[in-house]
């Protein structure tokens, strides 16, 4: 049963429902920080997207491509004008129809309830459109409700035997290269990844290795590194941005993969010094657990 917010300015056009969703508010704001999931059930019934952009920050943009089942494109243009993590999210929509898009959670018995409200600029143009819109904003609903209902555990759950699959991906750079490419790496590099909710367990200059660096990764299982690795590194973001001063100084690249369990993955999270510094105990490449761990 949907259930409209308290009245306020606006409402006469806005379109404004909510839903009930049985899982905690983590698991459904889970649904909608990682956009990997957010792909799944954004837009109306019969239609998927695509990301180019996803920051998920205030200020951050959020550029994708609807796509229909007639094969139709619809390019979208969003920043978000507020993220608050478990509790609230504002779109601001910047090309086409202009509207800002409210989402706010908040626990309920048993669950969660999701309150939604899209409010457009122009009172005329909500009117013209005003059924599309709230049969769209249920159907996305539904959408959501359904991806949660079948994978409650949400993308950060060890696999099916309770670990996680650790990519450790092992660079040999070029003599000299070393410092640039870690700064590339903590600046830039790192907080994409993790804007795209990929699980960066550690990164740093390898132990023992003058031109060596390290960086480990986690997935729920290999699926879950392709769909990943294939949005992230397909995606504009990475392509215009921190890529050529990455894959400029990198001599050779190997990638070798092993199952963990969580506790054996936090076990690896000490933070690194940064390449050129005089390290602290314990900020060294960690020793990577037996496989079984």
Known sequence: ????????????????????????????????????????????????????????????????????????????????????????????????????????LEDEAGGTRVHWRQQFDRLAEYQRIAGFVRGANEENLDKLAALVAADPAGHRAPGPDGRRLVEVRSYRLKPGTLQDFDRVVRAQAVPMLREWQTDVVWHGPTAGEADGYTLLRSYRDLADRQARQDAFYGSPGWRQGPREAMIGPIDTCLSSTLWLSPAAIDELRTPAAPAGSTAPAGSAAPATPAAGA
């Open 1 to 104: 049963m949907n259930h409209p917010d308290t009245t306020a300015a606006g409402d006469d056009r806005s379109d404004i429902t909510s839903r009930f969703i049985p899982a905690p508010r983590a698991r459904v704001f889970d649904a909608i920080a990682d956009p990997m999931q957010l792909m799944r059930w954004w837009g109306p019934a019969g239609f998927h997207s695509r990301f180019d952009v996803f920051e998920p920050r205030p200020g951050g943009r959020w550029i994708f491509t609807m796509h229909n089942a007639e094969g139709q494109d619809f390019p979208n243009l969003s920043s978000f004008t507020a993220w608050e993590p478990g509790q609230r999210v504002v779109v601001r929509h910047l090309n086409g129809h202009l509207f800002d898009l409210t989402l706010r």
